[in-house]
């Protein structure tokens, strides 16, 4: 009986591994999420594990409007050409740029395997620092008028935040509501409700995301002067009296019968038409014979 168990074993075992289920191939990867600054290197991880394939087929592919090759034929393609490695299955693109930005995915073909194909996606996020932001600062103001300065940088990704600085010195959100000026650090408007003489000073704005260094735009002075009352009530005089002058000019010249039908005629009746030549009397004149 001893005997007998024993050379049943084997054939249990043997059974048992064939009826077990097989392995498939995975993919995954460490980080789903790649974020790196631009101009610098992006890895782009990649692992695998096959049933029985020793030697799987490693493919990269980028996903946009159409997908392109980035790794295959044990070669990088197009654009990924000459400045990218592979590791394994795990990429390394140098000196990455806007335009490598994306969904990319790894496939790992084992023709050996029952499950034949794995794959993974990652995406990648390339930071651009902000640049010199451009700003719209008014030279001047008068007194109690409204005034908007403006300041954007559109290449910074993320999207930049704005702070805005007086004489060098930040300008700090207004803690209540009725503040004479409102700060809108996304969009990086400055506003002002009602300005006056105190606001006159050196204007700046600074744009920052966290990527590189914050980088500030050229200070600009802004003037709030008060309104000439002097001037506009002599511009105000100045026109009445033209207005005034013109419209006695007007009245005296019609009590002269100057715009009058008659004085039009008068100024026609005067007229001598010229004498005609004696050659042009000839040709007027009938002969009989």
């Known amino acids: ?9 084997p054939a249990i075992v043997v059974l048992l591994l064939q009826c077990s289920p097989s392995a498939p191939v995975t993919v995954t990867t460490d980080k789903p999420k790649v974020e790196v600054e631009e101009f610098k290197d992006a890895k782009l991880s990649c692992i ?7 030697d799987p087929r490693i493919e990269w592919k980028k996903k946009g409007k159409d997908v392109s090759f980035v790794y295959f034929g044990n070669q990088f393609r197009g654009p990924f050409e000459g400045r990218a490695n592979i590791t394994g299955a795990t990429v390394t693109l140098h000196r990455v740029t806007q335009k490598d930005a994306g969904e990319y995915r790894c496939e790992i073909s084992a023709s050996l395997d029952d ?6 996606n990652i995406t990648l996020k390339v930071l651009v620092p902000p640049q010199n932001p451009s700003c719209e600062i008014p030279s001047s103001a008068v007194t109690g008028s409204g005034v908007k300065l403006r300041c954007w940088d559109h290449q910074s990704i993320p999207p930049a935040t704005y702070y805005w600085f007086k004489d060098d010195l930040l300008i700090r959100p207004p803690s209540h509501s009725n503040a004479s000026y409102l700060i809108n650090a996304q969009t990086g408007v400055l506003e002002f409700k009602s300005v006056s003489r105190e606001d006159s000073g050196l204007y700046s704005c600074q744009a920052s995301n966290g990527v590189g260094s914050p980088k500030m735009c050229e200070a600009k002075r802004m003037t709030i002067e008060d309104v000439n009352v002097a001037g506009v009530v002599t511009a105000v005089v100045v026109v009445c009296l033209i207005i005034t002058v013109c419209g006695c000019g007007g009245v005296v010249l019609r009590r002269n019968g100057f715009f009058s039908q008659g004085h039009r005629g008068r100024s026609n009746g005067n007229y ?10 000839k040709h007027t004149q009938s002969f009989m014979l």
Request: proline share 16%; glycine share 10%.
């Open 1 to 9: 009986m001893m005997g007998g168990t024993s050379l049943c074993l």
């Open 48 to 54: 695998f594990q096959t049933e029985r394939d020793p």
């Open 115 to 120: 499950v034949k194909l794995g794959e993974t």
């Open 272 to 281: 001598i038409p010229p004498p005609q030549e004696p050659q042009d009397f």
